[in-house]
Structure formats: structure tokens, C-alpha cells
């Protein structure tokens, strides 16, 4: 039962240009939500994370979209850099299972110089 | 402020044989979680560890098993291990046990079952 899924294994974009992650989720027990993002041989950093009292929150160049009626989430890079360039993944927390973390699949994300 | 740490970095074992791997929490975290990311897979919860006791464990079969130090630091014990554990096994420490908190994750152990 995959209830955090990122239907996009990989996406390419052109620097400069907007990279949008996309992420759907099952479970209504949700209530916050987060991007981590992965460099090989490294550990997922944290990016942004979002609570479900809110629909929007901005970080820089990055930007998470939360549409709670559609169980949808997205993660938008403006303007795209070669060093976005990494393994994005979409994490889901519910305040019933205290800090444990459900992850998607994950999408790689490459920026063409 | 040193970050979570982890030991070793790859690992390879024979089937049925046991592992433990090491996790060293990152200054001021009380709380480490264990994540297994199988290949082309998002990291999936194995277990989690707070104040020494086991607070909350994914869909693992009994022989994962962890312990959490005084020091904050933990480890990781797989028994009987069969060629589907080989994986990316990462801790994460954060300081509480509310997911809004935050983790911060080591690097890793690369575990490979032969």
C-alpha cells in the first residue's frame, strides 16, 4: 500500500527554467508534509516542509503547493540550477505516528547547463 | 556541530549470516529513526528510539532489531539476513519525537547480502 507516491521516476529541465516535483498521497491522516532532497553517497537533506493549515510556503527559489481536497502536493524550483540536479523525495507525517516518516518513490531531477 | 555519523559504509554479508550497524546522533538529538531504502525505493521506517526505548516500528519482522545508548547513539541488528535486506540502511536523528521537528540523516551503511 504505497500511501506517499511521486508518479514521475525522472524529469530534465534547462537552467534557468521552472522544475515542478509532483506528489499525491492516500492518506487523509497526513498533516504535514516535507521535500528532502538526495545527492549520491549522501543522506536525504531537508528542503521545505509544508502543514496542512496551509496551502502554500516559500523558501527562496523554492516553493511547496498543498491541495488537501485532491491529496496533492508540488514542489517548484524557480530558477532551476544545474546543482538542483539530485534525487527529490516527498515525505508524509502524521501527528498520530509521532515523527515517523512515509516517503515516495523519489524523482531525479537533472538540470541542463 | 557534528552531524549523524554512520558505520560502516558498505557492508557485504552471506545469507543467514547477522549484521549491526552503527549510528552516532548529531549534537542535542535524543531521538533516532532507522530507514530502509531498497534500490529504485523511497526510505521506508523500520523503527524509531527514544529515551532508550523502542517508540514506534514499521512493517519489519522481529529479527531487525535496535538499541539506543545513554549517549544518544544506536544501532541497528539484523538476524538471519536473506538476500531482500540488501539496501541503503539510513539513521536520522532529531530532537523530540513530533514529525515537525525535523530529521537529520547520515550518510548511510550500503548493506549487500550475498
Known amino acids: 500500500d504505497q500511501q506517499v507516491k511521486q508518479n514521475s521516476p525522472s524529469l530534465s529541465v534547462q537552467e534557468g527554467r521552472i522544475s515542478i516535483l509532483n506528489c499525491d498521497y492516500t492518506n487523509s491522516m497526513f498533516d504535514y508534509f516535507l521535500w528532502y532532497k538526495k545527492y549520491p553517497a549522501e543522506g536525504p537533506t531537508f528542503l521545505i516542509s509544508?502543514?496542512?493549515?496551509?496551502d502554500k510556503n516559500e523558501d527562496g527559489r523554492f516553493t511547496v503547493f498543498l491541495n488537501k481536497s485532491a491529496k496533492h502536493l508540488s514542489l517548484h524550483i524557480v530558477p532551476s540550477q544545474p546543482g538542483d540536479s539530485a534525487v527529490y523525495f516527498c515525505?508524509?507525517?502524521?501527528?498520530?505516528?509521532?515523527?515517523?516518516?512515509?516517503f515516495g518513490e523519489g524523482t531525479q531531477l537533472t538540470v541542463n547547463p | 556541530e557534528t552531524g549523524v555519523t554512520q558505520s560502516p559504509t558498505h557492508l557485504i554479508k552471506t545469507r543467514g549470516q547477522q549484521v549491526t550497524l552503527r549510528c552516532s546522533s548529531q549534537s542535542g538529538h535524543n531521538t533516532v529513526s532507522w530507514y530502509q531504502q531498497a534500490l529504485g525505493q523511497g526510505p521506508q521506517f523500520i523503527f524509531q528510539?527514544?529515551?532508550?526505548?523502542?517508540?514506534g516500528r514499521g512493517n519489519f519482522p522481529p529479527r531487525f532489531s535496535g538499541l539506543q545508548f545513554p549517549n544518544y547513539s544506536s544501532e541497528l541488528n539484523v538476524n538471519a539476513l536473506e538476500l531482500d535486506d540488501s539496501a541503503l540502511y539510513l539513521c536520522?536523528?532529531?530532537f523530540g519525537t513530533g514529525g515537525y521537528y525535523g530529521y537529520t540523516f547520515g550518510s548511510g551503511t550500503r548493506l549487500t547480502v550475498v
Open positions: 536520522a536523528s532529531s
Open positions: 528510539y527514544y529515551r532508550e526505548e523502542e517508540n
Open positions: 515525505a508524509a507525517s502524521a501527528r498520530t505516528s509521532g515523527s515517523r516518516l512515509t
Open positions: 509544508i502543514s496542512s493549515i496551509k
